[in-house]
């Protein structure tokens, strides 16, 4: 069980996910991410991808990556909106951007 998921589907939400997984990082919150949609344009934000390093784990949707990003190299697992649901399914509380 994870304490937070974040589920960002939005390209500016960037900074405020960053200061959120700073946030959990201080107090030793676990939490991981899906990426959808437009969502997924913040994985070219290298602190973003940085911080992801102390997520429990990190997922893109495929879909929306090669739609968004095309064939750049994505620096998280890709997957589905299953994976969502599993990460939803294991997380006390969701936090959408």
């Not at 390209?11 to 997924?40: E, H, I, K, Y």
């Not at 784990?57 to 697992?77: D, F, I, L």
Request: aromatic share 6%.
């Amino acid at each position: 069980m994870t304490d937070l998921m974040f589920l960002v589907s939005r390209p500016d939400s960037g900074q405020t996910l960053a200061a959120l997984m700073r946030a959990c990082r201080r107090r030793g919150a676990t939490w991981s991410c899906f990426f959808t949609n437009a969502g997924v344009r913040t994985l070219a934000d290298r602190g973003v991808v940085e911080l992801l390093a102390c997520a429990s784990k990190a997922v893109a949707c495929e879909y929306s990556w090669v739609r968004h990003m095309g064939h750049a190299q994505c620096p998280v697992e890709l997957g589905s909106q299953t994976g969502n649901s599993a990460l939803a399914a294991e997380a006390a509380k969701i936090i959408s951007l």
